[in-house]
């Protein structure tokens, strides 16, 4: 199974000012995956990240609140822009270890806005 | 609109004693079933699933029963033991492979020793 690191597992961040959330996979995957889970809610895809094309955004998500990187098969980047303390969540990267396996999580990054 | 509903926020069990989880679903198009466990201040660990040409899967301690018609789908715990303490999710997708899983919002599991 994928072994993922995230990174920073916490954090506390001031209004208006952006974080870079990295997460890194010890084997290459196809597809990478970037989740939230506000208070109290479910886990909600933000996005999906291919390597070597944009991310795939789901509804009420959009690029420039939530930037990714993919360069290349087994490290992604979600950037959280201008937050604000609507944005105080747990963001989750996930893996799909080989096609059609169960998707394997990372342990998430808790970030609290100001 | 919440396709995936776990209406027990909450649930104790007697060590030794079953421990059943529930999940209802809206959509009729899911078709592949998941349940995650999640420890604080860890991700969410894939514990079993089931496809919806069964009824049944099992796993040691582990079932997963799956009710089509009644779109419903449960994870019994047997024996119940203290380290399964933690928060359980039921997830659904079209089909087994696809990245797009809709979690419910999980029930927190508290076993007693």
């Known amino acids: 199974s994928a072994v993922i690191s995230q990174k920073p597992s916490r954090d506390i961040c001031q209004r208006g000012t952006s974080l870079t959330i990295q997460c890194q996979v010890d084997?290459?995957?196809?597809?990478m995956f970037w989740y939230r889970q506000q208070p109290g809610q479910s886990l909600t895809l933000i996005a999906t990240?291919?390597?070597?094309?944009?991310?795939?955004?789901e509804s009420g998500f959009v690029i420039d609140k939530f930037p990714i990187s993919r360069p290349n098969l087994t490290f992604s980047t979600l950037t959280v822009s201008n937050m604000s303390p609507e944005d105080s969540s747990i963001y989750l990267c996930?893996?799909?270890?080989?096609?059609?396996?169960?998707?394997?999580f990372g342990d998430g990054t808790r970030l609290s806005i100001l | 609109d919440q396709q995936v509903k776990q209406n027990s926020p909450s649930l104790s069990v007697q060590e030794g004693r079953i421990s059943i989880l529930n999940c209802d679903y809206t959509n009729s198009m899911f078709d592949y079933f998941l349940w995650y466990k999640k420890y604080p201040a860890e991700g969410p660990t894939f514990l079993i699933s089931i496809s919806s040409i069964k009824d049944k899967n099992e796993d040691g301690r582990f079932t997963v029963f799956l009710n089509k018609s009644a779109k419903h789908l449960s994870l019994h715990i047997v024996p119940s033991q203290p380290g399964d303490s933690a928060v359980y999710f039921c997830a659904a997708s079209i089909t087994p492979g696809t990245y797009k899983y809709i979690f419910g919002t999980g029930t927190r599991l508290k076993v007693l020793a």
């Open positions: 996930s893996v799909e270890p080989r096609e059609g396996q169960p998707q394997h």
């Open positions: 084997s290459q995957v196809t597809m």
């Open positions: 990240a291919n390597q070597g094309s944009e991310a795939t955004y």
